[in-house]
């Protein structure tokens, strides 16, 4: 009877093992999803970045709408932008 007992046990712990594995494994491929559904989002983001700035030559006309659309993919509260203009002095 014993011998039933300790079989038993090691079962149970090798049960618990392999569901503690399989736990581990499950979470990884979860987060390995989110990542893939992050950089898809992107992505779309830059696509429509892309066909935006491609419908005018002035790139004021659009800013707005890509800024947003790229402030709510990476879930950014802020944007700041800021233009760099050379006078003749080239400073």
Request: proline letters at 0%; charged letters at 30%; one cysteine or more.
């Given at each position: 009877?014993?011998?039933?007992?300790?079989?038993t046990?090691?079962?149970?712990?090798?049960l618990?093992?392999f569901?503690?594995?399989?736990?581990?494994?499950?979470?990884e491929?979860?987060?390995?999803?989110?990542?893939?559904?992050?950089?898809?989002s992107?992505?779309k983001?830059?696509?429509?970045?892309?066909e935006?700035?491609?419908?005018?030559?002035?790139?004021?006309?659009?800013?707005?709408?890509v800024l947003?659309?790229?402030?709510?993919?990476?879930?950014?509260?802020?944007?700041?932008?800021f233009e760099?203009?050379?006078?003749?002095d080239?400073?």
């Open positions: 009877m014993m011998f039933r007992h300790s079989k046990c090691r079962k149970t712990t090798n618990e093992e569901n503690q594995q399989l736990h581990e494994e499950i979470q491929r979860k987060r390995v999803e989110a990542g893939l559904h992050e950089r898809e992107i992505l983001a830059i696509t429509i970045a892309a935006e700035f491609l419908k005018t030559s002035e790139w004021r006309t659009n800013i707005d709408v947003e659309q790229l402030g709510k993919t990476i879930h950014a509260t802020h944007i700041y932008l760099h203009h050379v006078g003749t080239k400073k």
